[in-house]
């Protein structure tokens, strides 16, 4: 079981940092990802931290966004910075521990899923 939190309302510029937690399997073995969702759209991949700590990132979020990984927490990090209007989304965590690295991105590959927290960022 995930569980998401960390979005809230922010101007741009600011930043905020969303947690994922997971209960029942330790995250160290496995990958997260953080996708986003906004109105209309589809979803889209944020970022991933896989086994051995490799992340990946959005090219719309690089420099910006950082994922993390905390094992003795078993949580997941996704520190915003730099926040603009057009990262407004709920965003989601996920995680897989059968991925290859081809599927990493892809919110499809993903058996395990968050609720979904908010995040607003005003101009």
């Known amino acids: 079981q995930l569980q998401a939190s960390g979005g809230g309302l922010v101007e741009a510029g600011d930043s905020l940092r969303l947690s994922c937690a997971a209960s029942g399997r330790s995250f160290s073995s496995g990958a997260v990802g953080w996708f986003r969702q906004a109105p209309g759209k589809e979803r889209g991949f944020v970022a991933a931290i896989r086994r051995g700590d490799f992340k990946y990132y959005a090219e719309s979020v690089k420099g910006r966004f950082t994922i993390s990984r905390d094992s003795a927490k078993n949580t997941v990090y996704l520190q915003l910075n730099s926040l603009k209007p057009e990262d407004t989304a709920v965003y989601y965590c996920?995680?897989?521990?059968?991925?290859?690295?081809?599927?990493?991105?892809?919110?499809?590959?993903?058996?395990?899923w968050g609720q979904g927290t908010q995040v607003t960022v005003s101009s």
């Open positions: 996920a995680a897989d521990w059968q991925l290859i690295l081809s599927q990493i991105r892809n919110a499809g590959q993903y058996d395990y």
